[in-house]
């Protein structure tokens, strides 16, 4: 089973990185380009949204941290592009080392809150602020080869997908993880120390949203507040992790696929009804909750038709932190 | 020097702080008791504008006379949607809590892409008698503007809160939820109907939401895409109070109005939102729950 797993992902590898040879047609390569942009912020958002436990709905500021840092050094600082891309990444990461040192000690609540909250300051932040370009964003040297950006971004979900299926499949940081999310009481009375580890996977998980954010930025060579620090990159990461399974690492890259050529083909057919694609998204999400708590995945594997009938009884009004209360 | 303008900037703060109550106090109700995040929030008290809105051009009456219309229609709104929440969180998951928070964020998503298409992308004001009014007061030579409106919007706030302190304190079904919010199995065994009590606290929060709408429309304005606006001030306010913390709430949110208002004469108006969220990270930071110290 492991080792079919493992085939399945190198066929999927090759076939994408085959692909750019077998068509000219740039406007594929680029949706096929944005489509691994996206298996990698949901999967990368699933690390502290499944794996974890705790909802990240700021995941758009640290794309658009990435994206502006980049572009800020690139721009202001004429850094060469691989550094700015990696400080980047570092940014983002040590944002979510601030943001995470007072909200994730807390129940993952004040965490959504905050992230959600932190989102917006980021927004406004970029607005007023002078080296960003306030409301007119900024623009990038244009680097026209969409082939680069192709396996650039190839290159580096695929680097992403195995460090992340290393850490949380093939390691204890994985477990440790789940037990956080399952008990985190329990998880301390085994001497786990929850807020270290949860700071270490939020950072884990935003690492690779700066870095994405950054080949974006080179990749569309114009960035403004409202495209890479809007909401849209928080909400469709959530509904790709959502839809497709939370806490596996294949379930958030299938529903990045699936939401991603949904989208695509929604918005070149029904370009003028953008704002029910907002209204799809939405139903996505909330329907997926209620009716696929494991997400596509768990119908596939089995997980979700073995919990889909539930709360038999009509007194079932327990909620979940006193069920432990039960023997 | 500009102290003269503190009397005016600390009664806009207070006037506008007690708005900021209701866009609170329904949220913070529905977390006690039910522990759902609501990142609906700001988009009920959206949908609750236009039809006030709406209403107003329909039937010509002043929107103030309208709340009780609106709070009666959200009010079936929320309590109809309740059970589909409650199925949400009482999934299998390791933490089902958050599974109601994604499912209210997938009901904000599309809510808001909703009123998007539906009422466009315009603003709109819903006037009342009292939007025109104000009043001028003058003491030992500081001069102080009071518009009637804001002053209707504070009245309101506090006699909602004064209510729903009332209900909560004094009434069988206020005892009930109390008792809710501290022990649902401990509930249930005294007799408490837990899902239909959880129905109408969310019913309540949805209906006080919307009816809050209405009065920030005749003191502003509305559009369909004020709703995160609001959302965010809930927060805010609650997470300043404490979660769930109702005491706490008319506190965070008078501060909340004076620091946004003491922003707007003294600071730079576009770092008000920055400011209010540095404020709020340093209390996270040294007072993880709330002001008070009371929060969940």
Same mark, same amino acid.
């Given at each position: 089973?492991?080792?079919?797993?493992?085939?399945?992902?190198?066929?999927?590898? !090759?076939?994408?990185?085959?692909?750019?040879?077998?068509?000219?047609?740039?406007?594929?390569?680029?949706?096929?380009?944005?489509?691994?942009?996206?298996?990698?912020?949901?999967?990368?958002?699933?690390?502290?949204?499944?794996?974890?436990?705790?909802?990240?709905?700021?995941?758009?500021?640290?794309?658009?941290?990435? *994206?502006?840092?980049?572009?800020?050094?690139?721009?202001?600082?004429?850094?060469?592009?691989?550094?700015?891309?990696?400080?980047?990444?570092?940014?983002?990461?040590?944002?979510?080392?601030?943001?995470?040192?007072?909200?994730?000690?807390?129940?993952?609540?004040?965490?959504?809150?905050?992230?959600?909250?932190?989102?917006?300051?980021?927004?406004?932040?970029?607005?007023?602020?002078?080296?960003?370009?306030?409301?007119?964003?900024?623009?990038?040297?244009?680097?026209?080869?969409?082939?680069?950006?192709?396996?650039?971004?190839?290159?580096?979900?695929?680097?992403?997908?195995?460090?992340?299926?290393?850490?949380?499949?093939?390691?204890?940081?994985?477990?440790?993880?789940?037990?956080?999310?399952?008990?985190?009481?329990?998880?301390?009375?085994?001497?786990?120390?929850?807020?270290?580890?949860?700071?270490? *996977?939020?950072?884990?998980?935003?690492?690779?949203?700066?870095?994405?954010?950054?080949?974006?930025?080179?990749?569309?060579?114009?960035?403004?507040?409202?495209?890479?620090?809007?909401?849209?990159?928080?909400?469709?990461?959530?509904?790709?992790?959502?839809?497709?399974?939370?806490?596996?690492?294949?379930?958030?890259?299938?529903?990045? !696929?699936?939401?991603?050529?949904?989208?695509?083909?929604?918005?070149?057919?029904?370009?003028?009804?953008?704002?029910?694609?907002?209204?799809?998204?939405?139903?996505?999400?909330?329907?997926?909750?209620?009716?696929?708590?494991?997400?596509?995945?768990?119908?596939?594997?089995?997980?979700?038709?073995?919990?889909?009938?539930?709360?038999?009884?009509?007194?079932?009004?327990?909620?979940?932190?006193?069920?432990?209360?039960?023997? | 020097?500009?102290?003269?303008?503190?009397?005016?900037?600390?009664?806009?703060?207070?006037?506008?702080?007690?708005?900021?109550?209701?866009?609170?106090?329904?949220?913070?109700?529905?977390?006690?008791?039910?522990?759902?995040?609501?990142?609906?929030?700001?988009?009920?008290?959206?949908?609750?504008?236009?039809?006030?809105?709406?209403?107003?051009?329909?039937?010509?009456?002043?929107?103030?006379?309208?709340?009780?219309?609106?709070?009666?229609?959200?009010?079936?709104?929320?309590?109809?949607?309740?059970?589909?929440?409650?199925?949400?969180?009482?999934?299998?998951?390791?933490?089902?809590?958050?599974?109601?928070?994604?499912?209210?964020?997938?009901?904000?998503?599309?809510?808001?892409?909703?009123?998007?298409?539906?009422?466009?992308?315009?603003?709109?004001?819903?006037?009342?008698?009292?939007?025109?009014?104000?009043?001028?007061?003058?003491?030992?030579?500081?001069?102080?503007?009071?518009?009637?409106?804001?002053?209707?919007?504070?009245?309101?706030?506090?006699?909602?809160?004064?209510?729903?302190?009332?209900?909560?304190?004094?009434?069988?079904?206020?005892?009930?939820?109390?008792?809710?919010?501290?022990?649902?199995?401990?509930?249930?065994?005294?007799?408490?109907?837990?899902?239909?009590?959880?129905?109408?606290?969310?019913?309540?929060?949805?209906?006080?939401?919307?009816?809050?709408?209405?009065?920030?429309?005749?003191?502003?304005?509305?559009?369909?895409?004020?709703?995160?606006?609001?959302?965010?001030?809930?927060?805010?306010?609650?997470?300043?109070?404490?979660?769930?913390?109702?005491?706490?709430?008319?506190?965070?949110?008078?501060?909340?109005?004076?620091?946004?208002?003491?922003?707007?004469?003294?600071?730079?108006?576009?770092?008000?939102?920055?400011?209010?969220?540095?404020?709020?990270?340093?209390?996270?930071?040294?007072?993880?729950?709330?002001?008070?110290?009371?929060?969940?």
């Amino acid at each position: 089973m492991r080792r079919s797993r493992a085939l399945w992902a190198g066929i999927t590898a !090759v076939v994408f990185a085959v692909i750019p040879l077998l068509t000219r047609d740039t406007f594929a390569l680029r949706v096929v380009t944005e489509a691994m942009m996206w298996i990698g912020l949901a999967v990368a958002w699933d690390v502290l949204g499944g794996y974890t436990g705790y909802l990240n709905f700021g995941h758009g500021a640290f794309f658009g941290l990435g *994206a502006y840092t980049t572009a800020v050094l690139m721009m202001r600082g004429h850094w060469p592009f691989a550094l700015a891309l990696a400080a980047g990444g570092v940014l983002a990461g040590a944002a979510a080392v601030v943001a995470g040192l007072p909200t994730l000690r807390l129940k993952g609540a004040y965490f959504a809150i905050a992230t959600w909250a932190l989102a917006r300051a980021v927004q406004q932040l970029a607005l007023v602020l002078e080296f960003t370009g306030g409301p007119d964003g900024m623009r990038l040297p244009p680097f026209l080869n969409p082939q680069f950006f192709y396996y650039l971004m190839w290159a580096l979900v695929s680097v992403i997908f195995v460090v992340l299926w290393i850490l949380l499949e093939h390691s204890a940081f994985g477990l440790k993880l789940q037990a956080i999310r399952e008990d985190e009481e329990g998880a301390m009375a085994l001497g786990l120390k929850p807020t270290t580890i949860k700071i270490q *996977a939020f950072v884990l998980s935003t690492v690779p949203a700066g870095i994405l954010g950054g080949v974006y930025a080179y990749w569309i060579t114009f960035i403004d507040p409202a495209s890479v620090l809007g909401d849209l990159v928080t909400d469709q990461s959530v509904v790709m992790a959502v839809f497709g399974g939370l806490g596996t690492l294949v379930g958030p890259a299938v529903g990045a !696929v699936l939401i991603y050529a949904f989208k695509t083909f929604f918005w070149a057919y029904l370009s003028e009804y953008q704002v029910l694609y907002l209204i799809i998204l939405g139903t996505v999400i909330a329907l997926s909750v209620v009716f696929l708590p494991d997400g596509l995945i768990g119908l596939l594997t089995g997980r979700g038709r073995a919990e889909a009938p539930r709360s038999p009884e009509p007194a079932d009004e327990n909620p979940p932190e006193l069920r432990e209360a039960a023997p | 020097m500009l102290w003269q303008l503190l009397p005016q900037a600390v009664l806009d703060g207070l006037l506008i702080g007690g708005v900021y109550i209701t866009v609170a106090l329904g949220f913070s109700l529905a977390f006690g008791v039910k522990h759902i995040i609501d990142f609906a929030v700001g988009e009920w008290i959206m949908l609750g504008a236009f039809l006030g809105y709406y209403l107003q051009g329909w039937t010509g009456l002043d929107p103030l006379l309208l709340l009780p219309v609106v709070f009666a229609v959200f009010t079936a709104v929320g309590y109809a949607i309740q059970p589909v929440i409650h199925r949400a969180v009482s999934g299998r998951r390791g933490n089902p809590v958050l599974m109601g928070l994604v499912f209210t964020f997938g009901l904000m998503l599309a809510i808001r892409g909703a009123g998007l298409t539906v009422f466009g992308f315009f603003s709109h004001s819903i006037p009342s008698v009292m939007s025109a009014r104000s009043w001028f007061l003058e003491a030992g030579g500081l001069f102080v503007t009071v518009p009637a409106i804001r002053l209707v919007g504070f009245v309101y706030a506090i006699g909602i809160t004064a209510v729903l302190h009332w209900v909560l304190r004094h009434t069988d079904f206020g005892l009930a939820v109390r008792a809710l919010a501290q022990n649902r199995d401990a509930a249930g065994l005294m007799g408490i109907n837990a899902r239909r009590i959880s129905s109408w606290v969310y019913g309540i929060h949805v209906g006080v939401s919307a009816m809050t709408g209405v009065v920030i429309g005749s003191i502003f304005s509305i559009s369909a895409q004020m709703g995160g606006d609001y959302t965010i001030l809930a927060f805010f306010v609650v997470v300043l109070a404490g979660m769930g913390y109702l005491a706490g709430v008319p506190w965070a949110a008078f501060l909340l109005g004076l620091v946004q208002s003491l922003f707007l004469v003294y600071g730079n108006p576009s770092y008000t939102l920055l400011a209010v969220f540095a404020i709020l990270y340093l209390i996270l930071l040294v007072s993880p729950r709330g002001l008070f110290a009371k929060g969940v």
